[in-house]
Every structure is written in structure tokens, then in C-alpha cells.
């Protein structure tokens, strides 16, 4: 099983990203992705979610408004579109893939700085 992200990197303050999870090695579209993110000294915490289907879609309320969450079942890939960044979103962003206790499956993280 591999989760790689992709697309961080520094961005001012007001700017967009778009970040991407390609998987790989389990049935990608039966699971629910979740993208996570921790900041230095903080705890994880759930950005958004989107279930296999795509059809139920769940966004954290600090970064509701400013995310978009999709998945392309075809790709395997599960995207996050971050706007109107703020110094504050600055983290480490997690992939997560989850079918149940035992088939849940993480990235290695991509670092989003947001700073001027």
C-alpha cells in the first residue's frame, strides 16, 4: 500500500494550492480519504473528508469555505484545493485512507508553509 502527496511547498498569504494523494496497492474506491494536517506543537486535526463514492463530502470548520475536496476513482488520486491561504494553515498535510480499524493506511506528509 503507498500514499504519496504531492503539492505543498510556500505560498503567500491569499494564495491557493492544490494538493494530490496518489495511492496505490488497495481498492481506492471503497475507501474514505481523508486529508489531515499538523502544525508544529499542535495536534493532527481532520481538514476534509470524502467518502468512496464521492457522494458525502465533510470539510473541518477552521478551513470550511476556503477547501475543496475530489477524488478520482479512475486515479486513484484524492485532491485537496486550498484558497485564501493564511499563514495559520501552515502545516503538515496527511493523506488517509480508511476502510475500517485495520485497513487504514497513511502518507508521508507534504509540508505547506504560507507565509510573505
Known amino acids: 500500500v503507498q500514499l504519496v502527496e504531492s503539492g505543498g511547498g510556500l505560498v503567500q498569504p491569499g494564495g491557493s494550492l492544490r494538493l494530490s494523494c496518489a495511492t496505490s496497492?488497495?481498492?481506492?474506491?471503497?475507501?474514505?480519504m481523508t486529508w489531515y494536517r499538523q502544525a508544529p506543537g499542535k495536534e493532527r486535526e481532520l481538514v476534509a473528508a470524502?467518502?468512496?463514492?464521492?457522494?458525502?463530502?465533510y470539510y473541518a470548520g477552521s478551513m470550511k469555505g476556503r477547501l475543496a475536496i475530489s477524488r478520482d476513482n479512475a486515479k486513484n488520486t484524492v485532491y485537496l484545493q486550498m484558497n485564501n491561504l493564511r499563514p495559520e494553515d501552515t502545516a503538515v498535510y496527511y493523506c488517509n485512507a480508511r476502510y475500517s480499524n485495520t485497513d487504514d493506511y497513511w502518507g508521508q506528509g507534504t509540508q505547506v508553509t504560507v507565509s510573505s
Open positions: 496497492g488497495f481498492t481506492f474506491s471503497t475507501y474514505m
Open positions: 470524502i467518502t468512496g463514492p464521492g457522494v458525502s463530502i
